[in-house]
């Protein structure tokens, strides 16, 4: 069989091309993706291949690299000894953007009916967000900031409701990312950049600052104007993860206001059903379980499909900003 794939030959460089895949292995499925979502700022990072030495970043992509980590898709095939999965079944899993993928059974897990493929390819980062609402443990009342409302950052302003924060404040200086978040949940919203919301925040909250600042955007500059928004004893937590961490700086009022200051990754959140709560098949179920309920949405924030034989266009697009708000997603139905 052949199968496409997209890979980043080098830095800028984006390639669609095929390769043959062998049938699964023992313990092995091989399954058929329907829809790929793009994690812009993790990809966008990856593409543009500007690291500090000695970062996770430089440690994990090595050109010619194959992005991509939210896939839904069906299992065409099964290898000896595999029981829990058969042909036909519906499955999410974290593979690349790529149309045949060979994975260890254990890596595929099984979609409910209820649970639709847009739905489904969110899962990663759901697990994501996850990790950042577990680090700010937020309490019920307290008022939260989410800086940059690309994917991650929407399923962050619906953790923050679902946690009970009385007021969430989303900025960012694109008005449909703004939409977006209000749909949400979002209690108030902001059209500007991080450097200019302290007054506006101020306004909102009575002079007092939020509880909780989320920083998603990735932005080495923007930790130092997220600290701005903090009350005194306030938490900023760190979720996107800059490529280049060295030219970070913390700025005013970390020390004087007794802020703190967390990091949070997706690698908090444990592979052992054993581990507690927060392990990706609790978390993934609870997610399930908020779709049904009403209280998530995340299909609706699915702003565009597009085939994978344009992602070279499709990436311009994301980091020209020329590109829809809410995700985008390779559907490997539309390839001939």
């Not at 703004?178 to 506006?200: F, K, N």
């Not at 903090?230 to 937590?237: D, N």
């Not at 054993?274 to 997610?287: F, I, K, M, Q, W």
Request: hydrophobic share 45%; with cysteine.
């Amino acid at each position: 069989m052949r199968s496409w794939f997209v890979e980043f030959v080098k830095p800028g460089e984006v390639r669609v091309a095929n390769e043959d895949v062998a049938p699964p292995g023992a313990g092995e499925v091989l399954c058929r993706s329907t829809l790929s979502l793009i994690s812009p700022g993790t990809e966008l990072s990856c593409l543009r291949g500007d690291f500090d030495p000695g970062s996770n970043w430089e440690e994990w992509v090595r050109y010619p690299f194959r992005p991509g980590y939210s896939m839904a898709g069906v299992v065409e095939a099964v290898g000896a000894g595999v029981t829990n999965l058969r042909p036909g079944d519906r499955v999410q899993s974290y593979a690349p953007h790529q149309e045949l993928v060979t994975l260890n059974a254990g890596e595929a897990r099984l979609l409910p009916d209820d649970v639709s493929d847009e739905e489904a390819v969110w899962v990663p980062l759901v697990v994501t967000a996850a990790a950042g609402a577990a680090r700010a443990a937020i309490t019920m009342g307290e008022t939260v900031a989410v800086l940059g409302l690309g994917p991650v950052g929407q399923l962050v302003v619906q953790y923050a409701v679902a946690h009970g924060a009385s007021r969430v404040v989303a900025i960012d200086t694109d008005a449909r990312r703004l939409d977006l978040a209000r749909e949400s949940g979002a209690t108030d919203v902001l059209a500007m950049p991080a450097a200019d919301a302290r007054s506006a925040v101020a306004d909102l909250t009575g002079g007092r600052l939020v509880d909780v600042v989320f920083d998603v955007t990735g932005s080495p500059a923007v930790l130092s104007q997220a600290v701005r928004l903090a009350r005194r004893l306030g938490r900023v937590v760190l979720l996107g993860d800059t490529p280049t961490p060295s030219r970070q700086m913390l700025g005013p009022g970390v020390v004087s206001d007794s802020l703190t200051i967390l990091g949070a990754h997706a690698d908090i959140v444990s592979d052992d059903p054993s581990a507690g709560p927060l392990n990706r098949d609790a978390v993934t179920e609870l997610y399930f379980r908020r779709l049904a309920s009403g209280a998530f949405r995340t299909a609706g924030m699915i702003a565009g499909r597009v085939s994978p034989l344009r992602a070279a266009q499709a990436y311009e697009q994301l980091r020209d900003g020329d590109a829809p708000a809410g995700a985008i997603c390779f559907d490997w139905s539309a390839l001939p």
